[in-house]
């Protein structure tokens, strides 16, 4: 079990960077994958980035690979993206999202990046990309 609150979303020129957080409660977050994904007006929630319950592997989508860059530290029990290089694209909601992985070594490698692999989600912040 576990809750996920996100924050550091706002209004940011084309260019700009931000980094948005998702501070987690409950039991321990390090049985926990994590991943951040993004929704537009009219279009599917998909992935942007995730990072394994061990923290060793992550995986972008494309469109923002070498720009954004996920990172956890698990003594805060927070996940971390950080946005660079932002564009007009990149405008959406973001969502941070959990899966239970439990404690076994070999799960805590995985990483998921579809939706439906994930347990719990956080409310959305939301980030607009303005030029």
């Known amino acids: 079990q576990v809750q996920l609150v996100e924050s550091g979303g706002g209004l940011v020129q084309a260019g700009g960077s931000l980094r948005l957080s998702c501070a987690a409660s409950g039991r321990s977050f390090s049985v926990y994958a994590m991943g951040w994904f993004r929704q537009a007006p009219g279009k599917e929630r998909d992935v942007v980035a995730v990072?394994?319950?061990?923290?060793?592997?992550?995986v972008y989508a494309d469109s923002v690979k070498g720009r954004f860059t996920i990172s956890r530290e698990n003594a805060n029990n927070t996940v971390f993206l950080q946005m660079n290089s932002l564009k007009l694209e990149d405008t959406a909601t973001y969502f941070c999202?959990?899966?239970?992985?439990?404690?076994?070594?070999?799960?805590?490698?995985?990483?998921?990046?579809?939706?439906?692999?994930?347990?719990?989600w956080g409310q959305g912040t939301q980030v607009s990309v303005s030029s």
């Open positions: 990072i394994s319950a061990s923290g060793a592997n992550t």
């Open positions: 999202a959990a899966r239970f992985t439990g404690t076994a070594y070999y799960l805590r490698s995985y990483t998921y990046t579809a939706p439906s692999e994930y347990n719990y």
